[in-house]
């Protein structure tokens, strides 16, 4: 999702959870028919949930907007914006808007990203490019920022491929899971290690919502976990003293066994921020041939 400053793109969002879980790896992607995601409209609205100070945030408000649509013979397009205001509490203020269109296939082969980046109405990033899956490796075109081709490992999932491969990890009672992950973000030449914790499920009809998903008996009908996916860089990790790596940022939210998320929050390390699910509305699904 978003920058100014420390704030990062972050894709649909550490506790240490069953440290004894398994931990399942994976050398390239396997696409599953298993999962069915419903494509949807969601609103998040945020707000500041806690800081230490450091970064010299006071308040932050603003808005998600997760436009998913799609299935596994078409394609999974995904529109995506993100608009933050950061105040410093000492009448500076900082608007981030990010915007972003992605499009990945059923296979897990082949994934198109456009995006910008606008901080205070001027835009600071453009990117735009395909990543397509060969034999050997994952090979990345772009035409934005600048014309570049390069390769990155073949193991590296998309976006909607991790979704895929968390919920089939929670269904079969897996906690941890390990990825490197693609999405296309920044300059388009990130890789990210990636560090999933699946938390209890919670079975349907249990801590029943009081946000928009509220509104959707269906929901009510499905499994859902609590569900934190840290984001490391690969080419310049953060140290911490005691040698651990730090994350570059964390996702937390509640993730439905369809793909629809809610309970959202971003952590950015020396702040964080909470999304409210406030709208959501479950489009109409186009059944494969």
């Given at each position: 999702?978003?920058?100014?400053?420390?704030?990062?793109?972050l894709?649909?969002?550490?506790t240490?959870?069953?440290?004894?879980?398994?931990?399942?790896?994976?050398?390239?992607?396997?696409?599953?028919?298993?999962?069915?995601?419903?494509?949807?409209?969601?609103?998040?609205?945020?707000?500041?949930?806690?800081?230490?100070g450091?970064?010299?945030?006071e308040?932050?408000?603003?808005?998600?907007?997760?436009?998913?649509?799609?299935?596994?013979?078409?394609?999974?397009?995904l529109?995506?914006?993100?608009?933050?205001?950061?105040?410093?509490?000492?009448?500076?203020?900082?608007?981030?808007?990010?915007r972003?269109?992605?499009?990945?296939?059923?296979?897990?082969?082949?994934?198109?990203?456009?995006?910008?980046?606008?901080?205070?109405?001027?835009?600071?990033?453009?990117?735009?490019?395909?990543?397509?899956?060969?034999?050997?490796?994952?090979?990345?075109?772009?035409?934005?920022?600048?014309?570049k081709?390069?390769?990155?490992?073949?193991g590296?999932?998309?976006?909607?491929?991790?979704?895929?491969?968390?919920?089939?990890?929670a269904?079969?009672?897996?906690?941890?899971?390990?990825?490197?992950?693609?999405?296309?973000?920044?300059?388009?030449?990130?890789?990210?290690?990636?560090?999933?914790?699946?938390?209890?499920?919670?079975?349907?009809?249990?801590?029943?919502p009081h946000?928009?998903?509220?509104?959707?008996?269906?929901?009510?009908?499905?499994?859902?976990?609590?569900?934190?996916?840290?984001?490391?860089?690969?080419?310049?990790?953060?140290k911490?003293?005691?040698?651990?790596q730090?994350?570059?940022?964390?996702?937390?939210?509640?993730?439905?066994?369809?793909?629809?998320?809610?309970?959202?929050?971003?952590?950015?390390?020396?702040?964080?921020?909470?999304g409210?699910?406030?709208?959501?509305?479950?489009?109409?699904?186009?059944?494969?041939?």
């Open positions: 999702m978003p920058k100014p400053g420390p704030l990062k793109r894709t649909l969002w550490t240490a959870i069953g440290l004894a879980a398994a931990v399942c790896h994976s050398s390239a992607a396997t696409p599953s028919p298993d999962v069915v995601f419903a494509p949807h409209r969601a609103i998040y609205d945020l707000k500041l949930l806690k800081t230490n450091t970064r010299g945030v308040a932050v408000r603003g808005r998600i907007l997760y436009d998913f649509s799609g299935s596994s013979c078409e394609g999974y397009e529109q995506f914006r993100q608009v933050s205001e950061l105040d410093s509490g000492e009448g500076e203020r900082a608007l981030s808007d990010l972003s269109t992605t499009w990945e296939d059923g296979e897990a082969k082949k994934f198109r990203f456009n995006s910008e980046n606008l901080l205070n109405d001027k835009q600071t990033d453009a990117v735009n490019g395909h990543a397509e899956r060969g034999a050997q490796a994952v090979k990345v075109s772009l035409t934005k920022p600048k014309d081709n390069f390769s990155i490992p073949r590296a999932v998309f976006p909607t491929e991790h979704m895929r491969l968390i919920i089939l990890a269904r079969a009672g897996k906690r941890i899971l390990s990825f490197p992950v693609y999405d296309g973000s920044e300059t388009g030449e990130k890789l990210y290690n990636t560090l999933t914790v699946i938390g209890k499920a919670i079975a349907p009809g249990e801590q029943a946000d928009a998903a509220a509104k959707f008996p269906q929901l009510a009908k499905l499994t859902r976990w609590p569900v934190t996916i840290s984001y490391f860089e690969q080419e310049s990790a953060k911490q003293e005691d040698g651990e730090t994350p570059a940022y964390a996702i937390s939210f509640e993730l439905y066994e369809n793909g629809i998320s809610r309970a959202l929050t971003l952590d950015y390390s020396d702040f964080s921020i909470s409210e699910l406030t709208s959501l509305e479950l489009k109409k699904q186009k059944p494969c041939p």
